[in-house]
């Protein structure tokens, strides 16, 4: 008898924690629209045509490059062993590259998450130097200060500075926006420092407005610059309420287990 209940007790815990984790395990595969460390030295190619949403990318789909001089892959630069997008100009000049994205089929809740690694040769300030884009044409723009922080705009006019970059250094940045509300639900700096002056600002940008695009690469900042962006990240991440559905089931197989045993 106790051996019988001992077995029940296992299967049900064996299938609360697959209900469980079922979900969690679903996580891994949501839509990664970008994913690009320029380990492979593309700049400006279309990534693998297919079904919505897009695969994996290691490119970007477009480019808009000034002079091919101003833009190229590099490494070994500023004490970084690994390739990335370098950008130098002169404040006549100006050099981005284009992420689009097409907004059909995208998950309209959840949250978008946005993630690179960003270095900028001196203090600098820029102006426009990411734009975030929405297809109700909103967007949310990120520059460098001179004053070593960044600054992120919302789509109202309201910016606030969230954290410090070194010259020569690269910063890893990260946004994660509420898609529901269309707030920022998270700003971390070098994967540690999360910042509270964003936190809750909204982003200006219409509820249930698809992401657009990502521009990196500097609007004219007046002066000589050289710029570095690696490892850029563009993840739609939906809302977890599944998860937490199978979760409750979970827990409701493994009740129902053990009231099964106490009977036995």
């Known amino acids: 008898m106790k051996t019988t209940s001992l077995s029940r007790f296992c299967a049900g815990l064996a299938t609360s924690l697959l209900l469980g984790l079922a979900p969690w395990t679903a996580q891994a595969l949501l839509p990664i629209y970008f994913n690009v460390d320029f380990e492979h030295e593309t700049i400006g190619l279309e990534p693998s045509l297919g079904p919505l949403p897009l695969p994996v990318a290691t490119n970007f789909t477009a480019s808009a490059i000034s002079s091919p001089s101003f833009i190229s892959i590099t490494n070994n630069l500023w004490g970084n062993p690994s390739k990335f997008a370098y950008f130098n100009a002169t404040n006549s000049a100006s050099a981005y590259l284009l992420a689009q994205i ?6 309209t809740n959840g949250f978008l998450r946005v993630a690179m690694e960003l270095a900028a040769a001196g203090l600098v300030t820029t102006t426009n130097w990411m734009p975030l884009s929405f297809s109700d044409s909103s967007q ?6 001179a004053n070593g922080k960044f600054r992120v705009e919302n789509a109202l006019g309201v ?3 969230i954290g410090e970059y070194q010259a020569g250094a690269f910063t890893n940045i990260e946004f994660l926006i509420n898609l529901d509300a269309m707030i920022f639900n998270v700003v971390t700096v070098q994967g540690s420092t999360t910042n509270t002056l964003l936190a809750g600002m909204p982003t200006g940008v219409a ?3 698809g992401f657009a695009y990502i521009a990196p690469g500097p609007g004219d900042p007046g002066v000589n610059y050289e710029f570095g962006l690696d490892k850029l990240m563009i993840q739609l991440i ?3 309420g599944s998860a937490g ?3 409750a089931g979970g827990a409701a197989v493994l009740a129902m287990t053990r009231r099964r045993r106490r009977v036995s």
């Open 140 to 145: 949310l723009t990120l520059d460098f200060r």
């Open 245 to 247: 559905l199978a979760l």
């Open 207 to 209: 509820p249930g407005a």
């Open 102 to 107: 097409n907004a059909v089929n995208q998950p």
């Open 159 to 161: 910016s606030a500075e």
């Open 238 to 240: 939906p809302e977890p």
